[in-house]
């Protein structure tokens, strides 16, 4: 079926490394996507989003890649920090932003 | 505080009890939905409404669960009857408006735990 998938569960960088966290997603009608990050005992933040109809966009030290051809999202993250630990989940939007679809999410780990 | 408040951050119930979950969005946002998570997952969209009115309800279980969102106070996530399969964090977003390239804005959730 339809569904908003990740590559790595966990992923386990170090302090100062860019991190490079991946999405799959099915549906070639999703239009709208969102990462967000989620610490621990706290709701999802919002990120950066993308539209469809762009392939990149950048944020401060965020950038996000989407590639419709094989419909795949990733995140990176350029010198990640320890604050950057978190639950990292991408988002597609589906029905005309009624909701949102959400992938597994991976686990971002910062070694010192 | 500008962000969506839910309340209460932990409600502990006992199976056949009901449990109410508030929601307040962000100022100026008229649109909400909520969605559950369990432990490692991600989350599940629930049900969209606006002011009220319920807009999308295609993930909200048939029985047992409801919700509202009045035109005055929060918006109601009710669970009647609570079952231990009930226990998750359950989260609120909201959006200033509906369309495909609206963010929504998450509060930090409820954790419902069924004993």
């Known amino acids: 079926g339809e569904s908003v998938g990740l590559h790595l569960p966990t992923l386990s960088v170090q302090e100062g490394d860019n991190s490079i966290i991946n999405c799959a997603y099915s549906n070639s009608a999703s239009d709208y996507f969102i990462w967000y990050k989620q610490e621990s005992g706290k709701g999802p933040q919002f990120i950066i989003d993308?539209?469809?109809?762009?392939d990149k966009r950048q944020g401060q030290r965020v950038t996000v890649l989407l590639n419709k051809t094989v419909k795949h999202l990733s995140l990176q993250i350029a010198a990640t920090q320890p604050g950057d630990s978190a639950v990292y989940f991408c988002?597609?939007?589906?029905?005309?932003?009624?909701?949102?679809?959400f992938g597994p999410g991976t686990r971002l780990s910062v070694l010192p | 505080n500008a962000g969506v408040m839910q309340n209460p951050r932990h409600l502990v119930r006992r199976r056949g009890q009901e449990a109410r979950l508030r929601c307040s969005p962000m100022k100026g946002h008229s649109h909400v939905y909520w969605y559950r998570q369990l432990p490692e997952e991600g989350l599940k969209f629930m049900v969209y409404?606006?002011?009220?009115?319920?807009?999308?309800e295609s993930g909200m279980p048939k029985e047992r669960f409801s919700a509202e969102f009045p035109k005055e106070g929060p918006s109601i996530l009710r669970i009647q009857q609570v079952v231990r399969g009930d226990s998750a964090a359950y989260f609120c977003?909201?959006?200033?408006?509906?369309?495909?390239?609206?963010?929504?804005?998450f509060g930090d959730g409820t954790r419902l735990s069924i004993l």
């Open positions: 993308i539209r469809s109809n762009m």
């Open positions: 988002a597609e939007n589906r029905n005309y932003g009624q909701n949102f679809v």
């Open positions: 977003a909201s959006s200033r408006d509906r369309g495909p390239d609206q963010p929504q804005h």
């Open positions: 409404l606006q002011k009220e009115n319920i807009i999308d």
